[in-house]
């Protein structure tokens, strides 16, 4: 329920499940305030200009947590942004109003330059120093046709007449050329390997089937009739996937009358493995029942915010894994305390970046963050302590340099970089190892005198001649691992890019997703359980084993695992160094109790698993090396993810993650609007949503193009295919911080939702950024650049309108 106050602005919004949010505002009818049920709050300080020139998010005692401030100049330009610390980010602008140079709290500045257009054509990083330049070419319609990177090599793009992407010419991925029907949707790919990729579509331009040259591997997609699998009340599909037929299997999606996912069942080589999800009035899980009939219940408070999570094994009694969850106000996850009565506990600083987590228990995670002035993670210190066990150093574009003892000051583990990102060297107590790349390309062809050998789209196929070698399939994944020549493993995926089975002649273990990309578990020839997994959120937090015995996970900030505690004997049986080498090159410690018997748990980094025969990690869409520190792949969605396309996490492995093995949904230039895409890269990742951040309107969004000044314009279909194709959770609401999307009520936002069959979330005016993340909706003054804050807008809900047959 949404309530208005005499002048219509909302004044409270009612949850389905009685979660309140009220909002207030000053006598001009500007926002101040926006609070919550239980009182925690987010106050606006406005000059009379309607500017924002604080945010400080308060506990219900008007305690401040989170804090940011502004400076703008007399022409409404963002000036200064401070941190809690008060370090200042400087921006300036040129004679036009755009922004030209911006000054990080260190000094070091990063230059835009326009064509005669006012297009950003040329940037410098870091002026003065490293000199980071990367350039691009547009042509008449504003499309880039060029881009070169800081190493000096060029992507070209090439359009058809209808402004279509015809050719992409890459110097990692080669040439890949593309062909579209009358509607515009592409129907042919060609890449540099030979592969054909054949599209068809429905009437309604939904993708139903990807032909590949061997026909096995074809994936075919089925809309709107629920498969013989759902049961009563499970059988409202129209308007949605139904299900994916593909090398691996099928997976069946069945949904409820509000559409909401309900059960999917994968059946992958015969075996099939069913998940189950329950939810509340608003769509928030309650639970979810695994493959093997074992139950995890999540019970919420009035804000919808999970407190308790109980796992019920098969046939068993319910234990509670986790209590006492509390939270910080509008913010993260504080600590909780495990069934057996081990607390930890999650700190923050005013910035909401983690200060301490610790478990005080023998063997629990201990351990605290410090930072420097531009936000990188600069140490590592007992919880609560100053005294630094670890100090971390960067290069001015913020990639890892050194990871040092904070007491002797010696270097553990040291790395460079060229300009573009790319590892030059590595330097530990083994000694120092330089890496060699091809000249035209970013691909690592020595480490040390251990070659590497590439396909034709930039594939590694070979690690030292035939000790380790990657065999690719025609939709260009890992297939096989050999190992001197023998086939050690063989590997399938699903129609939405999941690792779902791993084998060797009859010997085979499957995986099990759920709609989020987290992993669920492992389950054997017979489709019995090996390991499942629980989760809040997107941290790990309990363990199963084949005996249905449950462990606990103490997640770090991150959400990686870093130990496992045995609940009846209360101690450590695993544990994985924080300290350790950065890149995640320690392996962990399965008898840190030395009783003897070695527990084993493959997860690693967000999204990763170790796989021992290939000595990868899988990350979902690619394979992470760890002696490396990159990927083994490059990445899928090209330079969307960063110049450096085989880089992980641009250098920063302990404070930044990359779950899905790409970037995150950011359709915007860094190019071209940096500051937008700065802040849409900087802006708050919520669990449960997945946000869309790109140029749009009432119609149609922008994107995904990585250099087009606004992007190809897209259509809520079009937009929907891509979500649809992605790992997206489909009991996730979209949210669209993307201009005007949500402005006419039968608009792109309404379409989305209809099609989705999930809550949308848009805007009804412009959407602002800053570096540091997103202001909000309202219009512009008067047309010119610049955000009218006495005018808030609104993200407004779009639900799904009914339709025919539910």
Known sequence: MIKYDETGNISQVIGPDGDVVTYDYDAAHRLTDITDGAGNSLHYSLDVAGNRLKEDVKDPSGNVKKTLTRIYNKLGQLQTQADASANPTDFSYDLNGDLN??????????????????????????????????????????????????????????????????????????????????AGNRTLEATARGVK???????????????YPTSAFNITYTYDSAPASCQAGETFAIGRLASIKDSSGTTDYCYNGFGELVRKLQTTNGKALALRYAYTAAGRLTSAVYPDGAKVDY???????????????????????????????????????????????????????PKAIQDTSAGGLDVGFGFDPVGNLSKLTPAGGTVADVTLGYDPLGRLTEFKDGVTGTVLDGYTYDKTGNRQSSKSAAGEVAYTYEVNSHRLTKV???????????????????????????????????????????????????????????????????????????????????????????????????????????????????VVVDPARNVAKWAWNLKGEAFGNTAPNQDPDQDGAGFVLDMRFPGQRYDAMSGLNQNYFRDFDVAAGRYIQGDPIGLNGGFSTYSYVEGDPLFSKDPLGLEKWVWISPIRDPVIYSGARADEDRPGILTIYAHGGPNAVNGPSFFNKYGLAFSADQVADIIEDSSWNRKDVVWLKSCNTGKDPNGFAQQLANRLGVTVYAPNAQVWFNKQGVIGPMPRVGGVGKADYSNPGQYTPFRPMPQVGK
């Open 101 to 182: 140079l911006v000054t990080d709290t260190l000094g070091r500045k990063t230059q835009l330059d326009p064509d005669p257009l006012r297009r950003v054509a040329h940037t410098l990083q870091d002026v003065g120093g490293l000199a980071v330049e990367t350039t691009q070419q547009l042509d008449a319609l504003d499309r880039v046709t060029a881009v070169v990177d800081p190493k000096g090599l060029t992507t070209r793009y090439d359009y058809n007449s209808l402004g279509d992407l015809s050719k992409l010419t890459s110097p990692d991925t080669g040439a890949t050329t593309y062909s579209y029907d009358a």
């Open 197 to 211: 990729i054949s599209s068809s579509y429905d009437a309604l331009g939904r993708l139903t089937k990807l032909s």
């Open 299 to 353: 019970v919420r408070n009035r804000l919808g915010q999970v407190t308790e999570v109980g796992y019920t094994p098969a046939a068993g009694t319910r234990q509670i894994l986790l209590k006492n969850i509390s939270y910080l106000p509008l913010g993260p996850i504080a600590g909780w305390t495990y069934g057996n009565g081990r607390v930890l506990t999650r700190a923050y600083d005013q910035d909401y970046r």
């Open 448 to 562: 040390g005198a251990t070659p590497r050998v590439y396909n034709a789209v930039g594939d590694t196929t070979s690690i030292n001649g035939t000790e380790r070698e990657f065999v690719y399939d025609v939709t260009g994944r890992m297939s096989q691992v050999k190992r001197n020549g023998v086939v050690v493993r063989e590997y399938r995926y699903n129609g939405k890019g999941e690792q779902v089975r791993r084998f060797l002649g009859t010997a085979n273990t499957y995986t099990l997703y759920d709609e989020s990309g987290h992993w669920m578990g492992d389950y054997d020839s017979a489709g019995k359980p090996l390991q499942q997994a629980i989760w809040l959120d997107d941290m790990p937090v309990g363990v199963t084993s084949a005996d249905a015995k449950l462990a606990y996970i103490e997640p770090d900030h991150l959400g990686s695992p870093r």
